[in-house]
C-alpha cells in the first residue's frame, strides 16, 4: 500500500529552475534507497539520481553538476532540486526505490521550452 505522489513540474525556460518533490505514504522514507527517473518522449525510462539510506548520491553524466537529489525524514519526502535546465531534460519525472521497487506513480511533468 506504498503511494509515491511526484509535484513541483511545470513549464520553464531554459536556465531556470524547478523542485520536484516524492511524497511518500505507507513506509518510512529512511528504510530504503531512492531513485529519480524520468521519461521523455518516445524514449525509455532512464536513471537521473540515486540517494542511499546513508545519504550518498550519485547522478547520471547528463544531469551532474545541476541537479541534486535530497531527502527530508520528518516529511517523508525525496527532493530533485533542477538548476541550469535545457530542453533535452523534458521528460516525465518519476521517483521510486532502488531496491525494493514499490508501484510507480504518476510522475510530475517537466517542459523546458523558449
Known amino acids: 500500500q506504498v503511494q509515491l505522489v511526484e509535484s513541483g513540474g511545470g513549464l520553464v525556460q531554459p536556465g531556470e529552475s524547478l523542485r520536484l518533490s516524492c511524497a511518500v505514504s505507507?513506509?518510512?522514507?529512511?528504510?530504503?534507497?531512492w531513485a529519480w527517473f524520468r521519461q521523455a518522449p518516445g524514449k525509455q525510462r532512464e536513471w537521473v539520481a540515486r540517494i542511499t539510506i546513508g545519504g550518498t548520491t550519485n547522478y547520471a553524466d547528463s544531469v551532474k553538476g545541476r541537479f541534486t537529489i535530497s531527502k527530508s525524514g520528518p516529511e517523508n519526502t525525496v527532493y530533485l532540486q533542477m538548476n541550469s535546465l535545457k530542453p533535452d531534460d523534458t521528460a516525465v519525472y518519476y521517483c521510486?526505490?532502488?531496491?525494493?521497487?514499490?508501484?510507480w506513480g504518476r510522475g510530475t511533468q517537466v517542459t523546458v521550452s523558449s
Open positions: 505507507g513506509s518510512f522514507l529512511g528504510f530504503d534507497n
Open positions: 521510486n526505490t532502488v531496491e525494493t521497487g514499490y508501484s
